[in-house]
């Protein structure tokens, strides 16, 4: 089975600060996502990319940045944590661009005070 | 930018059919359209997915017309257990690029 897995669960961080979210995927999948999700709002995605060291910005990439130096790993980055970034923070990988089918992580959800 | 629409939420008892709509007009030529199921506390996961006409599994179905500017899912005699938000996905052309897309998702209740 395909597994996502990301590396926090719950997060609390505080208002300014640099925050790192992992994500890691065993399938060798070329394509790796994030997307946020707000209660009525959905998923929304963030930054999504199609190879290594390889990224698009996705509906709302504003706050965010994204870094991918292995094909296993796609790391979300918030360079300066605000409030309006408390969210739910999911991962997903696919084995062709949107296409194919996207197999998701468990989420993150981070709360930054 | 283009939007998928789907209806906010839906009610429905166990036994019944349940069939819910997306919207996405501005479809990409070359994409499928996929369904997802989320329950709480949990990623989305794959129900689905068509290109154009019908496509069934063993727990739904998907019926998309010829010019593809919708597409519903259908999930025959619900359960409890299918009680979920349910997302549509596509990918839509926004300022030259191709984005995947979700809808806002539909929360279904099933009742006993």
């Known amino acids: 089975d395909v597994k996502v897995t990301q590396s926090s669960r719950y997060l609390v961080k505080r208002t300014g600060e640099k925050v790192f979210l992992e994500c890691v995927q065993d399938m060798d999948h070329e394509n790796m996502f994030w997307y946020r999700q707000d209660p009525g709002l959905g998923l929304r995605l963030i930054y999504f990319s199609y190879d290594v060291k390889m990224k698009e910005k996705g509906d709302i990439p504003e706050g965010y940045s994204v870094s991918r130096e292995k094909k296993e790993r796609f790391s979300l980055i918030l360079e300066s944590a605000s409030t309006n970034q408390t969210s739910m923070y999911l991962c997903?990988?696919?084995?062709?661009?949107?296409?194919?089918?996207?197999?998701f992580g468990p989420g993150t959800r981070l709360t930054v005070t | 930018l283009a939007k998928t629409t789907q209806p906010i939420s839906m009610d429905s008892y166990e036994g019944q059919e349940v069939n819910i709509t997306c919207s996405h007009n501005n479809i990409a030529t070359n994409d499928y359209i996929t369904w997802y199921q989320q329950f709480p506390s949990q990623g989305p996961r794959f129900i689905i997915q068509g290109y154009k006409t019908k496509v069934t599994n063993e727990v739904a179905s998907l019926f998309i017309p010829a010019d593809r500017k919708s597409s519903t899912l259908s999930l025959p005699r619900v359960s409890l257990s299918d009680t979920a938000v349910y997302y549509c996905l596509v990918g839509l052309i926004s300022g030259g690029s191709y984005i995947p897309t979700f809808g806002r998702g539909t929360s279904l209740i099933v009742h006993p």
């Open positions: 997903a990988s696919s084995s062709r661009g949107g296409f194919d089918e996207q197999y």
